[in-house]
């Protein structure tokens, strides 16, 4: 299950409008090993697109680096689908590279009727996509 605050359920969300049509993409950082989400990181979407998001290489090294320093890891790792339901593409699934990670999956698309989007969150690990639950908590 991701548990994750409401502040960083809106500000996922925000950033995902936002860069609409554009696919939007980002990380949530926490302490190493905790599962504990904390740190917000939108980040550019390099491929500019309304189908594909990449992150830009030297955005990424900046990233790692600062995760390092700070004893942090990657707890979500996130992106927007802007005409598609929130679950993951093949690619998501070939670039999912951090085990350990929740992804995070905004759709900006009215693909069920049920309101402007969806946010879901999966496990994928080599290959094999596990969705679950959410939990959004006002604190920690």
């Known amino acids: 299950m991701l548990t994750l605050t409401q502040a960083l359920y809106d500000q996922i969300v925000e950033h995902a409008r936002k860069d609409h049509p554009d696919e939007a993409c980002g990380v949530v950082a926490g302490p190493a090993g905790t599962d504990r989400p904390e740190r917000f990181v939108p980040m550019l979407n390099a491929a500019r697109s309304p189908t594909f998001y990449e992150f830009d290489s030297k955005d990424l090294l900046k990233l790692y680096r600062e995760l390092d320093d700070r004893d942090e890891e990657p707890v979500i790792v996130y992106h927007s689908h802007t005409a598609t339901e929130a679950y993951p593409s093949r690619t998501d699934v070939t670039y999912a590279n951090e085990p350990g990670a929740h992804y995070v999956l905004v759709s900006t698309a009215d693909t069920d009727g049920l309101g ?25």
């Open 116 to 140: 402007e989007f969806q946010f879901r969150s999966y496990r994928i690990v080599e290959g094999v996509i596990t969705e679950e639950e959410v939990q959004v908590v006002t604190g920690y």
